[in-house]
Protein backbone atom coordinates (compact mmCIF):
# COMPACT_ATOMS: atom_id res chain seq x y z
CA UNK A 1 0.00 0.00 0.00
CA UNK A 2 1.15 3.77 -0.70
CA UNK A 3 1.80 6.29 2.06
CA UNK A 4 -1.50 8.85 2.04
CA UNK A 5 -1.36 11.90 -0.20
CA UNK A 6 -2.33 14.61 2.13
CA UNK A 7 -3.17 17.55 -1.08
CA UNK A 8 -3.96 17.20 -4.51
CA UNK A 9 -2.79 20.24 -6.80
CA UNK A 10 -5.12 21.18 -9.81
CA UNK A 11 -2.98 21.60 -13.28
CA UNK A 12 -3.91 24.98 -14.50
CA UNK A 13 -6.39 22.76 -17.68
CA UNK A 14 -7.84 20.76 -14.97
CA UNK A 15 -9.21 23.23 -12.63
CA UNK A 16 -10.28 25.19 -16.29
CA UNK A 17 -12.39 21.91 -16.67
CA UNK A 18 -13.99 22.25 -13.00
CA UNK A 19 -14.59 25.70 -12.92
CA UNK A 20 -16.67 25.55 -16.90
CA UNK A 21 -18.47 22.39 -15.37
CA UNK A 22 -19.46 24.46 -11.75
CA UNK A 23 -21.01 27.63 -14.23
CA UNK A 24 -22.65 25.11 -16.49
CA UNK A 25 -24.16 22.78 -13.30
CA UNK A 26 -25.28 26.40 -12.15
CA UNK A 27 -27.20 27.47 -14.68
CA UNK A 28 -29.17 24.19 -14.44
CA UNK A 29 -30.63 24.14 -11.13
CA UNK A 30 -32.18 26.41 -8.96
CA UNK A 31 -30.24 26.06 -5.68
CA UNK A 32 -27.83 24.37 -3.28
CA UNK A 33 -30.83 22.35 -2.05
CA UNK A 34 -32.43 21.93 -5.50
CA UNK A 35 -33.69 18.08 -4.89
CA UNK A 36 -32.42 17.36 -8.46
CA UNK A 37 -29.36 18.51 -8.30
CA UNK A 38 -28.56 16.27 -4.77
CA UNK A 39 -29.87 13.09 -6.77
CA UNK A 40 -27.94 14.35 -9.62
CA UNK A 41 -24.76 15.19 -8.01
CA UNK A 42 -23.10 12.42 -8.18
CA UNK A 43 -23.42 11.58 -11.86
CA UNK A 44 -22.58 15.22 -12.21
CA UNK A 45 -19.42 14.16 -10.79
CA UNK A 46 -18.18 11.64 -12.87
CA UNK A 47 -17.18 14.80 -14.61
CA UNK A 48 -14.63 16.13 -12.50
CA UNK A 49 -11.05 15.17 -13.28
CA UNK A 50 -10.39 11.54 -13.00
CA UNK A 51 -7.44 12.02 -10.19
CA UNK A 52 -8.55 14.73 -8.36
CA UNK A 53 -12.06 11.70 -8.26
CA UNK A 54 -9.03 8.93 -7.39
CA UNK A 55 -7.65 11.15 -4.55
CA UNK A 56 -11.19 11.49 -2.69
CA UNK A 57 -11.90 7.71 -2.58
CA UNK A 58 -8.27 6.69 -1.45
CA UNK A 59 -8.90 9.16 1.46
CA UNK A 60 -12.27 8.21 2.17
CA UNK A 61 -10.84 4.08 1.88
CA UNK A 62 -7.50 4.04 3.53
CA UNK A 63 -9.27 6.09 6.12
CA UNK A 64 -5.83 6.76 7.68
CA UNK A 65 -5.16 10.42 7.46
CA UNK A 66 -7.55 13.28 9.36
CA UNK A 67 -7.61 15.78 6.58
CA UNK A 68 -6.64 16.14 3.01
CA UNK A 69 -7.35 19.40 0.79
CA UNK A 70 -7.68 19.78 -2.85
CA UNK A 71 -6.49 22.64 -4.07
CA UNK A 72 -6.39 25.28 -6.93
CA UNK A 73 -9.62 25.59 -8.03
CA UNK A 74 -10.21 29.19 -9.78
CA UNK A 75 -13.21 31.26 -9.59
CA UNK A 76 -13.82 34.94 -10.07
CA UNK A 77 -13.89 37.14 -7.33
CA UNK A 78 -15.73 39.86 -8.35
CA UNK A 79 -18.65 37.64 -9.36
CA UNK A 80 -18.70 36.18 -5.79
CA UNK A 81 -18.80 40.04 -4.91
CA UNK A 82 -17.86 41.22 -1.21
CA UNK A 83 -17.90 38.59 1.97
CA UNK A 84 -21.69 39.10 3.30
CA UNK A 85 -22.55 40.52 6.95
CA UNK A 86 -24.48 37.76 7.76
CA UNK A 87 -25.80 34.35 6.13
CA UNK A 88 -29.49 35.27 6.55
CA UNK A 89 -31.44 36.76 3.52
CA UNK A 90 -29.34 36.09 1.06
CA UNK A 91 -30.92 35.21 -2.46
CA UNK A 92 -31.74 32.21 -4.23
CA UNK A 93 -29.28 30.94 -6.04
CA UNK A 94 -26.39 33.53 -4.23
CA UNK A 95 -23.81 34.86 -7.14
CA UNK A 96 -21.87 32.01 -5.55
CA UNK A 97 -23.69 29.05 -6.50
CA UNK A 98 -20.99 27.60 -8.43
CA UNK A 99 -18.69 27.18 -5.58
CA UNK A 100 -21.39 25.59 -3.61
CA UNK A 101 -21.99 23.07 -6.45
CA UNK A 102 -17.78 22.44 -6.20
CA UNK A 103 -18.28 21.87 -2.25
CA UNK A 104 -21.58 19.35 -3.17
CA UNK A 105 -19.36 17.60 -5.92
CA UNK A 106 -16.40 16.88 -3.84
CA UNK A 107 -18.88 15.59 -0.72
CA UNK A 108 -20.76 13.23 -3.60
CA UNK A 109 -17.79 11.53 -3.67
CA UNK A 110 -17.65 10.83 0.27
CA UNK A 111 -21.15 10.02 0.95
CA UNK A 112 -24.51 12.09 1.54
CA UNK A 113 -24.56 15.81 2.14
CA UNK A 114 -27.15 16.70 5.31
CA UNK A 115 -27.86 20.00 6.99
CA UNK A 116 -29.03 20.70 10.67
CA UNK A 117 -32.90 21.67 11.60
CA UNK A 118 -31.25 23.53 14.14
CA UNK A 119 -28.02 25.23 12.46
CA UNK A 120 -27.68 28.05 10.15
CA UNK A 121 -31.38 27.91 10.09
CA UNK A 122 -31.81 25.02 8.33
CA UNK A 123 -29.00 25.35 5.34
CA UNK A 124 -27.49 22.50 3.70
CA UNK A 125 -24.22 24.45 2.45
CA UNK A 126 -23.48 26.87 5.51
CA UNK A 127 -21.36 30.06 5.19
CA UNK A 128 -18.07 30.79 8.02
CA UNK A 129 -17.96 34.60 7.97
CA UNK A 130 -17.29 36.93 11.18
CA UNK A 131 -20.21 38.54 12.20
CA UNK A 132 -20.71 41.40 13.86
CA UNK A 133 -21.53 40.99 17.79
CA UNK A 134 -20.57 37.65 17.81
CA UNK A 135 -16.67 38.06 18.03
CA UNK A 136 -15.65 36.52 20.72
CA UNK A 137 -18.34 33.43 20.72
CA UNK A 138 -17.78 29.70 19.94
CA UNK A 139 -19.16 29.41 17.04
CA UNK A 140 -17.85 29.86 13.07
CA UNK A 141 -19.10 33.22 13.03
CA UNK A 142 -16.73 34.04 16.06
CA UNK A 143 -13.41 36.47 15.83
CA UNK A 144 -11.18 37.06 17.99
CA UNK A 145 -11.21 34.00 20.27
CA UNK A 146 -9.33 30.73 19.25
CA UNK A 147 -11.96 28.95 17.90
CA UNK A 148 -10.72 25.92 20.30
CA UNK A 149 -10.48 22.45 18.98
CA UNK A 150 -13.71 20.03 18.41
CA UNK A 151 -15.02 16.85 16.76
CA UNK A 152 -17.66 18.67 14.16
CA UNK A 153 -21.24 18.44 16.27
CA UNK A 154 -19.33 15.99 18.69
CA UNK A 155 -22.51 15.70 20.82
CA UNK A 156 -24.29 14.00 18.31
CA UNK A 157 -24.55 10.28 17.20
CA UNK A 158 -25.35 11.08 13.41
CA UNK A 159 -22.44 13.89 13.48
CA UNK A 160 -20.74 14.38 9.84
CA UNK A 161 -18.31 11.64 8.56
CA UNK A 162 -16.58 14.00 6.59
CA UNK A 163 -16.58 17.81 7.31
CA UNK A 164 -15.55 19.71 3.95
CA UNK A 165 -14.39 23.42 3.80
CA UNK A 166 -13.97 25.56 0.86
CA UNK A 167 -12.22 28.97 1.27
CA UNK A 168 -13.34 31.29 -1.12
CA UNK A 169 -11.13 34.46 0.31
CA UNK A 170 -8.33 34.23 3.25
CA UNK A 171 -6.47 37.69 2.68
CA UNK A 172 -4.51 37.93 6.15
CA UNK A 173 -4.02 33.97 5.77
CA UNK A 174 -6.20 33.11 8.94
CA UNK A 175 -5.74 29.63 9.76
CA UNK A 176 -7.66 26.74 10.34
CA UNK A 177 -6.01 24.55 12.92
CA UNK A 178 -5.95 20.49 12.95
CA UNK A 179 -5.12 18.19 15.11
CA UNK A 180 -4.31 14.87 14.56
CA UNK A 181 -3.19 13.01 17.68
CA UNK A 182 -1.05 9.87 18.00
CA UNK A 183 -3.54 8.07 20.60
CA UNK A 184 -1.01 5.55 20.75
CA UNK A 185 1.23 8.08 23.04
CA UNK A 186 -1.75 8.11 25.55
CA UNK A 187 -1.30 5.63 28.55
CA UNK A 188 -2.42 2.47 28.21
CA UNK A 189 -4.95 3.37 31.52
CA UNK A 190 -6.03 6.27 30.27
CA UNK A 191 -6.99 4.56 26.41
CA UNK A 192 -8.90 2.24 28.40
CA UNK A 193 -11.00 5.05 30.14
CA UNK A 194 -11.44 7.18 27.30
CA UNK A 195 -13.20 4.18 25.39
CA UNK A 196 -15.61 3.31 27.98
CA UNK A 197 -18.58 5.92 28.22
CA UNK A 198 -17.49 8.23 30.49
CA UNK A 199 -17.94 11.85 29.21
CA UNK A 200 -20.83 14.29 28.43
CA UNK A 201 -20.45 16.58 25.49
CA UNK A 202 -22.96 18.83 25.21
CA UNK A 203 -24.38 20.88 21.96
CA UNK A 204 -22.51 23.83 21.03
CA UNK A 205 -24.16 26.98 20.90
CA UNK A 206 -24.81 26.81 17.30
CA UNK A 207 -27.31 24.75 17.46
CA UNK A 208 -29.29 27.19 19.81
CA UNK A 209 -32.52 28.38 19.00
CA UNK A 210 -31.52 32.17 19.75
CA UNK A 211 -29.22 31.59 16.74
CA UNK A 212 -31.86 30.28 14.51
CA UNK A 213 -34.81 31.54 12.42
CA UNK A 214 -36.96 27.84 11.17
CA UNK A 215 -39.57 29.20 9.61
CA UNK A 216 -41.38 25.94 7.90
CA UNK A 217 -39.18 23.77 9.13
CA UNK A 218 -40.30 21.45 12.67
CA UNK A 219 -36.91 22.24 14.23
CA UNK A 220 -36.11 19.91 17.44
CA UNK A 221 -34.59 22.65 19.54
CA UNK A 222 -36.35 20.94 22.78
CA UNK A 223 -33.92 18.21 21.71
CA UNK A 224 -31.10 20.30 21.72
CA UNK A 225 -32.28 21.62 25.48
CA UNK A 226 -32.77 17.54 26.48
CA UNK A 227 -29.22 17.19 25.30
CA UNK A 228 -27.94 19.86 27.50
CA UNK A 229 -29.22 18.92 30.67
CA UNK A 230 -28.93 14.81 29.73
CA UNK A 231 -26.94 12.28 31.53
CA UNK A 232 -25.99 10.67 28.22
CA UNK A 233 -22.71 9.37 28.97
CA UNK A 234 -19.97 8.41 26.02
CA UNK A 235 -16.72 7.24 24.58
CA UNK A 236 -14.34 9.28 23.78
CA UNK A 237 -12.39 7.02 21.74
CA UNK A 238 -14.19 4.37 19.90
CA UNK A 239 -13.83 1.82 16.94
CA UNK A 240 -10.31 -0.25 16.80
CA UNK A 241 -7.74 -0.40 19.90
CA UNK A 242 -5.30 -0.20 17.16
CA UNK A 243 -6.25 3.14 15.17
CA UNK A 244 -9.01 4.45 17.66
CA UNK A 245 -11.66 6.97 15.88
CA UNK A 246 -11.74 10.12 18.15
CA UNK A 247 -14.86 12.44 18.78
CA UNK A 248 -14.70 15.25 21.59
CA UNK A 249 -15.25 19.25 22.04
CA UNK A 250 -13.75 19.52 25.62
CA UNK A 251 -15.09 23.29 25.44
CA UNK A 252 -18.27 21.74 25.62
CA UNK A 253 -17.69 19.18 27.29
CA UNK A 254 -18.07 18.37 31.45
CA UNK A 255 -15.53 17.16 33.40
CA UNK A 256 -16.54 13.74 34.91
CA UNK A 257 -16.95 13.25 38.80
CA UNK A 258 -14.53 9.92 38.59
CA UNK A 259 -11.05 11.88 39.22
CA UNK A 260 -9.53 8.64 36.99
CA UNK A 261 -11.89 9.73 34.09
CA UNK A 262 -10.90 13.26 34.38
CA UNK A 263 -7.38 11.97 34.12
CA UNK A 264 -7.72 10.51 30.87
CA UNK A 265 -9.48 13.46 29.20
CA UNK A 266 -7.60 15.88 30.18
CA UNK A 267 -4.21 13.82 28.84
CA UNK A 268 -6.24 13.64 25.60
CA UNK A 269 -6.86 17.26 25.60
CA UNK A 270 -3.08 17.97 26.08
CA UNK A 271 -2.08 15.51 23.39
CA UNK A 272 -4.16 17.09 21.12
CA UNK A 273 -3.03 20.24 21.70
CA UNK A 274 0.11 19.15 21.70
CA UNK A 275 -0.35 17.66 18.08
CA UNK A 276 -1.67 21.15 16.68
CA UNK A 277 -0.83 22.56 12.85
CA UNK A 278 -1.67 25.60 11.07
CA UNK A 279 -3.51 25.06 7.63
CA UNK A 280 -3.97 28.34 6.00
CA UNK A 281 -6.58 28.03 3.21
CA UNK A 282 -5.89 30.15 0.25
CA UNK A 283 -9.53 30.76 -2.32
CA UNK A 284 -9.87 27.93 -4.25
CA UNK A 285 -8.80 25.16 -0.96
CA UNK A 286 -11.12 22.16 -0.26
CA UNK A 287 -10.32 20.86 2.93
CA UNK A 288 -11.35 17.61 3.45
CA UNK A 289 -11.68 16.69 7.38
CA UNK A 290 -12.16 12.86 8.42
CA UNK A 291 -14.53 13.86 11.61
CA UNK A 292 -13.77 10.61 13.24
CA UNK A 293 -10.08 11.13 13.09
CA UNK A 294 -9.32 15.39 13.28
CA UNK A 295 -10.31 17.79 15.72
CA UNK A 296 -9.74 21.20 14.13
CA UNK A 297 -10.01 25.17 15.59
CA UNK A 298 -9.33 27.93 13.91
CA UNK A 299 -7.00 30.85 14.78
CA UNK A 300 -8.01 34.30 16.51
CA UNK A 301 -8.30 37.46 14.37
CA UNK A 302 -9.56 40.91 13.75
CA UNK A 303 -12.78 40.93 11.12
CA UNK A 304 -12.70 43.56 8.71
CA UNK A 305 -16.35 43.82 7.87
CA UNK A 306 -15.95 45.34 5.10
CA UNK A 307 -16.58 43.29 2.64
CA UNK A 308 -12.60 41.56 2.35
CA UNK A 309 -13.39 39.16 5.39
CA UNK A 310 -12.40 35.60 5.53
CA UNK A 311 -15.20 33.43 4.06
CA UNK A 312 -15.39 29.85 3.74
CA UNK A 313 -18.35 27.68 3.25
CA UNK A 314 -19.16 24.50 4.85
CA UNK A 315 -20.76 21.19 4.47
CA UNK A 316 -21.54 18.30 6.44
CA UNK A 317 -21.29 14.50 4.58
CA UNK A 318 -22.61 11.70 6.01
CA UNK A 319 -21.27 7.82 4.86
CA UNK A 320 -24.91 6.48 5.65
CA UNK A 321 -28.38 8.72 4.99
CA UNK A 322 -30.16 5.68 6.46
CA UNK A 323 -29.10 6.30 10.18
CA UNK A 324 -31.07 9.73 10.83
CA UNK A 325 -34.27 8.06 8.71
CA UNK A 326 -36.44 8.52 11.60
CA UNK A 327 -35.79 12.12 12.04
CA UNK A 328 -35.58 12.98 8.09
CA UNK A 329 -38.97 14.01 6.37
CA UNK A 330 -38.49 11.56 4.11
CA UNK A 331 -36.10 9.24 2.45
CA UNK A 332 -34.70 11.99 0.46
CA UNK A 333 -34.59 14.58 2.66
CA UNK A 334 -31.44 16.13 3.92
CA UNK A 335 -32.25 17.92 7.30
CA UNK A 336 -32.14 16.03 10.41
N1 LIG B 1 -15.33 24.22 20.56
C1 LIG B 1 -16.22 24.79 19.81
N2 LIG B 1 -16.13 26.06 19.55
N3 LIG B 1 -17.23 24.04 19.34
C2 LIG B 1 -18.27 24.57 18.48
C3 LIG B 1 -17.85 24.62 17.04
C4 LIG B 1 -18.58 25.63 16.21
C5 LIG B 1 -19.78 25.15 15.46
N4 LIG B 1 -19.51 23.98 14.70
C6 LIG B 1 -20.37 26.26 14.55
O1 LIG B 1 -20.90 25.99 13.54
O2 LIG B 1 -20.33 27.41 14.80
O1 LIG C 1 -13.08 28.77 10.23
C1 LIG C 1 -12.51 27.67 10.21
O2 LIG C 1 -11.42 27.50 9.67
C2 LIG C 1 -13.17 26.49 10.90
C3 LIG C 1 -14.57 26.79 11.35
C4 LIG C 1 -15.18 25.69 12.14
O3 LIG C 1 -14.56 24.80 12.59
C5 LIG C 1 -16.62 25.69 12.39
O4 LIG C 1 -17.29 26.63 11.99
O5 LIG C 1 -17.11 24.73 12.99
FE1 LIG D 1 -15.91 23.11 13.11
Redesign the pocket.
Known amino acids: MSTPKRTYHLSAEEAAEVENLTLRIAKEYTGPEDEQLLRDLPLLATELPVGQRRFLRDFALEDELGYCVVRGHVFDDARIGPTPQHWRGRPTPTPEFAEEILLLLHGSLLGEPFGWKT?QDARLV?DIFPIKGFETE????GSTDT????T??AFHPWRADYLLLECLRNPDGIATIVSEPDLKLLAPEHLELLHEPNFLIRP???HLAKHNVTLGVDAEFSEIDEMKADDNRVAVLYGSRKHPYLRL?P??METPKDPAAAAALNAVNELLEASCLDVALEPGDVLIINNHRLAH?RQAFQARYDGTDRWLKRVSITTDLRKSHERRASATARLI
Open positions: QHQMGILTLHEDDDSDYFG
